[in-house]
């Protein structure tokens, strides 16, 4: 169960005791992932075995997250998404045989409700914009994983996208690039 805010009231402060809480909450069934006995299945998909293992062991640890399935090629990242319908694809951009963008285009064409996060070189820079068209809804950089994978995938997991500051300053950047409005009035 889970505690829902129920329509046309703010949520309070998360300080506040249960008793309060539960006066402007309903209590709602939960998702997979969220808590309770509902798993969170993980697909991890990198072509260096030394990388799949150190994100099995960090993603594997959490309580109600199972790795599911494990690729180290863009061909077999999708197969084997398909074979386990993972609620989280972490998947490595740089993937032989097809890329992270493509494995992402094709696993959210199949299967709806599993979510992508791309995981980036910090020397690479995919284009973030294609990225997210492909329907990935979480990038890190690979020096952002030690401080944000689990914030992540947890994100996620509840179906909430997740960008890291130097993620969304380059999204802006791309958007104020581009110009005006499709209104045609200036800034």
């Keep these: 169960m889970t505690a829902a805010p129920l329509r046309g009231r703010p949520p309070f402060h998360q300080g506040i005791c249960l008793f309060r809480l539960s006066i402007c909450w309903q209590i709602t069934p939960t998702t997979a992932g969220e808590s309770g006995d509902d798993v969170t299945r993980l697909l991890i998909a990198d072509e260096h075995e030394v990388v799949r293992s150190r994100l099995r062991s960090i993603l594997g640890a959490r309580p109600n997250w199972d790795v599911v399935a494990e ?32 494995v992402t285009r094709q696993i959210r064409a199949r299967l709806r409700r599993t979510e992508v996060l791309l995981l980036v070189n910090d ?9 997210l068209k ?8 690979v020096s952002e994983v030690q ?3 689990v914030d992540a995938v947890d994100s996620l997991a509840r179906r909430m996208p997740f960008f890291t500051t130097s993620v969304a300053e380059a999204l802006l950047e791309s958007f104020l690039a581009k110009g005006t409005p499709a209104s045609g009035r200036g800034p």
């Design 123 to 131: 020397d690479c820079e995919p284009p973030i914009e294609a990225t």
């Design 147 to 149: 401080y944000n994978l």
């Design 71 to 102: 690729a180290c090629d863009g061909k077999e990242a999708i197969l084997r998404a398909i074979q386990t319908r993972p609620d989280v694809a972490v998947i490595d951009y740089l993937l032989p045989f097809v890329n992270g963008i493509e």
């Design 134 to 141: 492909a329907g990935a809804r979480g990038f890190l950089t």
